[in-house]
């Protein structure tokens, strides 16, 4: 009772975050629990509920084993990978259980004629999206960050999936449907029809000059807000302690129990010094790995340094009774006799004493901590070319580095995603105002993610890194699919209003939904013991919410500007 035990180190990092980690499974228990509701709720019928589920479990079974035969694992950061197949396959198999239900109750089809007609509808553009998920996923694989280019190889494996279950295997399960009354299946469905028309009517109204221009004038403020926050964004971690685990958690509390009563810390960062061989008998150089490490001391959020010149003055000290006049090194005569009272099993030397390692005990690994103190090495560097100083190794030095690649390559990622689906929805439907409408509101809703991320204090990392893309790999699918229709429709000689009501009669009621069960799936994120998972999940839930606004109501406010602006050119 007298005394508390408090445990740091990789080892209890990796036991905590595995323990956290079984929780993942009960999530995706309650994901699958909630979506199958709300399937059963949205086609009327436990029968065709079941087909989009299963379709999707199966993709998330064959991308699991696709990835055990290329050789990787399921990393706690990929936990958001399955999640995220399961989420695609269930909303690509929505739109075919969508369309396959309109053909049999207005068209009175009987299911594999119905299943026919939808599989022309909607291979190409779902294939498109399917697609542009992968290729953009891809893109993923520039950051120089191993976690990182796993990650996406595991999305990639997954969509290639999803294109199996989804695109070939579900339409021929349809094509064998057999309802047990039939008439009261379509009865059924035109009274469920019927209740919807007069949400997308008022729905429609954004494609007209009434509401479309408030709708473009908030798109413009929340874009302005986006590019002032984004500079603000910082790349790396706010938080001191473990970013895998909460802040309260016992391993992080642990940790600040150890900074504060220790000359210690678990964040440490390593400068290798290379002074040549026997280096660390030349006075000159190693003064200059004496006057490093005392910048480094008195650098902000560095709590202690440990360096071979800094023993070497203690030993000295010691031969005259610790008198603090002789804790400094000599300039004259041979450094070896102080050196050698320095026990090899410290770490502090090779063998031949060429490379120094200075320890630098940080009091916390917060992004701003970190690059004051790599800052403070570089700068000292410039100015000193007797002894090269090499960056970086340490749990400190590996995240100053992972921070780095991400600063380099962060905005050229989202740059490729952005403008793979761009080239995707050009080829598919060769027009630029398809391009913009589908495009546009996604660069928006990933500029606002970046914006939140600053003002929430979330930083730039590898567990939050891929949501920007993931994020947009959702929201591509609703734009897609909205204008095939609308775009069909409007060139059938329908006005736009009335050609944006008919694509929402047949898939605006599917892009609802699935971003109702993605939202409720990712909800129950945020009570992970997982800090990053917590994070992945707000983010997401922002950017579903937020790829929802802008394919209902951004979309159509864009297409009735671009097609104003045609007229005006026509006009003049």
Known sequence: GDYTVHIVGFAKVVGDVDAAGHDVLGFFALALAATLLLLWIFCGSLRLALLPLTAALTAVVWELGLLQL???????????????????????????????????????????????????????????????????????????????????????????????????MLPIVLSWVRLPDPDGFRARQLRRAALWDGLWRRLAVFATPRAARPALGVALLALAWALWMYPQLIVGDRQAGVPELRADSRYNLDSQAIVANFAIGVDVLKVLAELGPYGCVDAAKMASVDRLAWHLRNTEGVQSVLSLPQLAKDVRSGWFEASPKWKVLPQAQNLGQLVAHVPGSLGLANPDCSVLPIVVFLDDHRAETIERAIDTVKTFDKDHEDVAFRLASGNAGVWAATNEEIRARELLVIIWVHATLALFAWLSFRSRVAVLCIVGPLVLCSLLTYGLMATLGIGMKPATLPVAAFGVGIGVDYGIYLWSVLARRRSEGLALMPAYVEALRHTGKAVIFTSASLLLSVFTWLWSELQFQADMGLLLLFMFGANLFGAILLLPALAWLAERQSSATRTS
């Open 70 to 168: 290329s050789g990787f694992g399921l990393d706690p950061f990929a936990i958001l990978v399955p999640f995220l197949i399961l989420a695609i396959g269930v909303s690509h198999g929505v739109q075919y259980i969508n369309a396959w239900s309109y053909e049999v109750a207005f068209n009175r089809l009987d299911s594999c004629a119905a299943s026919i007609a939808s599989f022309r509808q909607l291979f190409i553009p779902g294939s498109v999206a399917i697609v542009t998920n992968v290729v953009g996923f891809a893109t993923l694989a520039f950051i120089q960050i191993g976690i990182v280019q796993e990650m996406a190889i595991n999305a990639a494996l997954g969509m290639a999936a999803v294109i199996l279950t989804n695109k070939m």
